[in-house]
């Protein structure tokens, strides 16, 4: 379902230096599988996903969706994929159901469709409550259950998961946990990326270690251990990025 | 929390599912209405737009109020006695006999008035009439110690009044500075009080049961204004109200424009919006109605708010009484404000378009507010007019519409012209917005991104986009005025026949250059995106034949036209002709040939190909015959008139053909072939240029028929 090829991506910085914020990086991902994409922060795991969505071109390399390429057939990749991040917005002015059959709108759902998929989201992530609520007046936790719902309304067959549970509680990271559970029933392709070790264990059917744009290590957990003679995700990590103590120890 | 699942259609998603139809385009009109009514809902239920609607009169009125200090001071008006009129005359019995005249007319205004109530004018502003005999009154007017000069040249016949023993009609001119306001108010005060006397004389010649005969006096009145001399003696009310419109829709569109653009992307909806397979275009689009809307409730409330301040300050009796408000003029002034609003809002969108937060969204807009006052001002200069050049400058030329309208009315002709090339203008800007609006270097703050813009795309191109096709044209206006300024400062250094090799390279440059960059810059395939595709033989011998025989009919109705614009285009004409006679005919050929040509690479080449390929092929031919007729009038000069429907209707021959024939060949083998004829002909077979002989037109309409059958023949086998 997602394939990425030699992926690469530079960014040119101030001062004429240039920064290879993924390099040369190669997975795919089948329908029904969860890709956890890991890797510390600045890792590329966000530049990947807004790749593969078409939102950034690649320096070199090429992403594609159900046998779209991203920076050709834009339209047809856009359609097929559902993304969360952590910095997603919502509008202001717009009512908590007006928010989703706008975006609904956006995909071309048809108004019957939307109306049916509106109530199953509804109904799935709690949102009937504050549905005629402007979105202005919601709370965190809501915000982020109107995200998830506006990311499906259109059932794409993939989902870009970036860090969703970034500055959330517990109670609203339990939400995100049963909303990839339910993904994952529904045999969509996912990304998940974060930086939150236990939770990517939980989740994910394979992992992609990243480090620095690089693919590290790939595989599924008992595959990584395998390699690595570790057993948990954070050991590996560890290793495998050779970290060393965060903080240098200064002699006094 | 209940967890379904539905394999079936989840995986799929709607797109591939029986539910969702591609939509077609009546889809796509009723998804932008939606678009927009989203827009229009969450920007009007912003506090910040309803503050604007309401401060914005709050701030304009402290302006306003100056304009009218300005105004009361010109026209010498005390608040507290209400205005002077001043009048000046060359003799006193020409002062005596008005005086009087003036006195019975106050006297019967009176009488009048305490019958009907509702007319009272408004006492605080009752005018006090000054008068003086002069030497020289038309120097004490251009003085401005004066008003009106008023000559009533048989005055003698009416002296002294009472003792009138017959009924006298006078002749009485008004002589005034043409738009002064205080000789306006004047000239409204007079004829209000001569009306009043005659109709009350009139009344009483009627009366049954009034037997003493009464001699009346009947006054002709005739206004005499002239042109001023500088007019820098004060500011018409008419150069102002550009100005006001502008600042009323800038104000109007200025948050709605940061907040659709600039807002999504520091609300974190940017990231998300352009997420979705929406084309670009179709969403600013949408944000572009939603800012004119805006600005024109905008300027509308505050229409109103300054009409009733007016009204209810009284200055309104004094101030509007010589503008007239017709219901044709509010809906003239309504249209000026659409246009202001469709200009301001789609360039406040493109520069908008490139901010990444709001802050920096209002330090790119200080600029614009600061360069659209420039325009403002110069519209107050005296002499400029809506024509030639000046009818395609930006902004200025809304100004001067704007200050034609209220000065006695417009060239609706011109007018066109400034509609459509604003037109033009605001399609360029939005489509400029479209690109920019959720691209890299704005989307994510990188610097890279910008050279984006300008980055070929990585897959050649079948045609160009509508809108880089539109950016040519909209460029090719200045570069076409700045070419002629060229072309005319280094006529001196060239002989006669330099002239046509300058204009023909410039033609060149114009309609080749600029589409050839645009098709590098997109990646444009050459052969699809200007129509290079080989025709049928039989399609290019169609319009050949077309070509040959098309020239009679279209010289015949230019002479038609040019008779009914009579000397004066004679006079150019004359101009062109012997400066025609001059030259080689080979050159003249060439020349006419090339420019021909060119104009079909761009035309029923790169425009046709990039319209085709998003409108039914009617449409195509309709917007680029439109579009040919509207260049050749904004740039053909004197003659620009008379060559909106003879190019139009070529416009749409050409259309045809290239539609028929698939490509662009047929159509320069025909235009190359009816330019050269149609100026050359004249002179080749000796005709007056007045009209066309019968046989001719005979033999034109035989060759048309012939050669529309071939192109109608010569349709691509392939299809
Ligand atoms: N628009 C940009 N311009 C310049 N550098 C960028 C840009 N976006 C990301 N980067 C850099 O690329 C690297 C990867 O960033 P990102 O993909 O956001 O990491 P992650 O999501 O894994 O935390 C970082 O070093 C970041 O500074
Ligand atoms: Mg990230």
Redesign the interface.
């Known amino acids: 379902m997602i394939e990425v090829e030699r992926l690469t991506k530079c960014f040119l910085l101030l001062g004429g230096r240039t920064l290879t914020a993924v390099n040369e990086l190669s997975f795919t991902v089948r329908a029904g599988e969860v890709y956890g994409l890991l890797g510390p922060n600045g890792a590329g795991k966000t530049t990947t996903l807004r790749m593969l969505l078409g939102l950034l071109k690649p320096t070199s390399g090429q992403a594609s969706i159900a046998g779209f390429g991203s920076s050709n057939h834009p339209d047809e990749v856009k359609r097929r994929v559902g993304l969360v991040s952590a910095g997603s917005g919502l509008y202001q002015g717009l009512t908590a159901r007006e928010m989703l059959l706008f975006f609904a709108d956006l995909y071309a759902v048809p108004p019957s469709a939307a109306f049916q998929e509106l109530n199953r989201l509804s109904r799935l992530l709690g949102l009937d409550d504050f549905l005629e609520q402007r979105c202005a007046t919601l709370s965190t936790g809501q915000r982020q259950r109107v995200n998830l719902a506006r990311a499906l309304i259109h059932r794409p067959p993939v989902m870009l998961l970036d860090e969703p549970t970034l500055g959330l509680d517990v109670l609203a990271r339990q939400v995100v946990t049963e909303y990839i559970d339910h993904l994952r029933q529904e045999g969509k392709a996912v990304i998940l990326t974060t930086h939150h070790l236990e939770e990517a264990e939980r989740h994910c059917t394979r992992f992609g270690l990243l480090h620095k744009g690089q693919l590290v290590s790939e595989g599924t957990l008992a595959d990584l251990q395998a390699r690595t003679g570790c057993t948990t995700l954070m050991e590996m990590f560890l290793k495998l990025s050779k970290v060393g103590p965060a903080l240098h120890e200064v002699n006094t | ?7 079936l ?7 591939d599912s029986p ?2 139809p591609r ?1 077609s385009s009546l ?1 796509a009109v009723g ?1 932008l209405a ?2 927009v009514r ?1 827009e229009l ?3 009007l ?2 506090r910040r737009t309803i503050i604007t609607l309401v401060l914005m009169p709050l701030l304009l009125y402290p302006l306003l109020s100056i304009a009218f200090q300005q105004f009361l001071l010109a026209s010498k008006v005390d608040p507290e006695s209400g205005p002077a009129y001043r009048f000046g005359f060359a003799t006193e019995v020409e002062e005596a006999v008005f005086a009087e005249m003036m006195k019975l007319g106050e006297r019967a205004l009176h009488a009048g008035k305490t019958r009907e109530k509702s007319q009272v004018e408004d006492e605080r502003v009752r005018p006090r009439i000054e008068s003086g005999v002069f030497d020289n009154p038309d120097a004490a007017l251009k003085d401005n110690q004066i008003d009106v000069v008023v000559r009533i040249p048989d005055a003698w016949m009416a002296w002294p009044l009472e003792q009138l023993e017959r009924d006298v009609a006078l002749d009485c001119e008004f002589r005034y500075l043409k738009g002064s306001p205080g000789a306006l108010g004047a000239l409204a005060f007079v004829e209000q009080r001569l009306a009043a006397k005659h109709s009350s004389d009139l009344e009483k010649r009627l009366r049954p049961k009034e037997r003493r005969f009464r001699p009346a006096l009947l006054v002709r009145v005739q206004r005499d204004p002239i042109e001023q001399p500088g007019a820098d003696g004060f500011i018409s009310l008419h150069a102002l109200v550009p100005l006001i419109l502008i600042l009323m829709t800038i104000t109007g569109a200025v948050y709605p424009a940061i907040d659709l653009t600039a807002g999504e992307r520091e ?3 940017l ?8 084309p670009r275009l179709g969403l600013l689009f949408a944000k572009y109605v939603t800012v004119v809307t805006v600005a024109v409730l905008t300027a509308l409330v505050n229409l109103v708010t300054m009409w009733l301040t007016l009204t209810f300050s009284g200055l309104g009796a004094t101030l509007l009484k010589d503008v007239g408000f017709s219901p044709l003029l509010l809906l003239q002034l309504f249209g000026l404000l659409l246009l202001f609003a469709a200009f301001f809002s789609a360039v406040l969108l493109s520069l908008t378009s490139f901010a990444r937060s709001f802050k920096e969204a209002q330090a790119y807009l200080i600029p614009l507010m600061l360069a659209s006052l420039g325009p403002g001002v110069i519209g107050m200069l005296p002499g400029l007019r809506v024509e030639g050049p000046l009818a395609v400058v930006p902004l200025l030329n809304i100004v001067l519409l704007a200050r034609d309208l209220f000065q006695g009315g417009a060239d609706p002709l011109w007018a066109l012209v400034v509609v459509l090339s604003t037109l033009v203008y605001a399609a360029a800007a939005i489509a400029l917005a479209a690109r920019v609006f959720g691209a ?1 270097g704005v ?2 703050n ?3 991104g910008w050279a ?1 813009l300008i ?1 070929r795309p ?2 050649p191109q079948e045609a160009a986009t509508p809108s880089a096709a539109l950016w040519c044209l909209a460029l090719m206006l200045p570069a076409h005025f700045t070419l002629q300024w060229l072309g005319l400062q280094l006529r001196p250094l060239f002989d006669a026949d330099a002239v046509f090799v300058i204009s023909a390279a410039a033609a060149v440059v114009l309609f080749l250059g600029l589409p050839a960059l645009s098709a590098f810059f997109g990646r444009v395939r050459w052969s699809s995106g200007f129509g290079f595709a080989s025709p049928r033989f039989l399609a290019s011998a169609g319009g050949l034949a077309l070509g040959l025989s098309l020239w009679p009919w279209v010289l015949q109705l230019l002479a038609h036209l040019h008779a009914e614009r009579g000397a004066e285009l004679r006079e150019h004409l004359a101009a062109f002709l012997v400066q025609a006679q001059l030259a080689s005919p080979v050159l003249l050929a060439a020349t006419f040939g090339i420019q021909a040509a060119v104009e079909e690479l761009y035309f029923r080449g790169y425009l046709f190909a990039a319209l085709r390929r998003h409108m039914p092929a009617w449409m195509t031919i309709t917007v680029t015959a439109l579009l040919f007729g509207f260049l050749h009038v904004v740039m053909g000069g004197a003659f620009g008139w008379e060559r909106l429907l003879p190019s139009t209707l070529m416009g749409f021959v050409l259309g045809w053909v290239r539609w028929r024939s698939g490509s662009v060949w047929p159509c320069i083998v025909l235009h190359v072939s009816h330019n050269v004829l149609l100026n050359l002909a004249p002179r080749l077979f000796e005709m007056s240029g007045d009209e066309v002989s019968a046989g001719w037109l005979a033999a034109g309409a035989v060759g048309a028929a012939v050669g529309s059958m071939a192109v109608f023949f010569g349709k691509p086998r392939n299809e």
């Open positions: 929390m209940t967890l379904e699942t539905n394999n259609e989840g995986s799929q998603g709607f797109r539910l969702a939509p889809d998804r939606r678009l989203k809902s969450e920007i239920r912003d609300r974190g909806t990231e998300i919006l352009v997420a979705a397979p929406v890299e989307l994510y990188d610097q890279s984006d980055r990585s897959q």
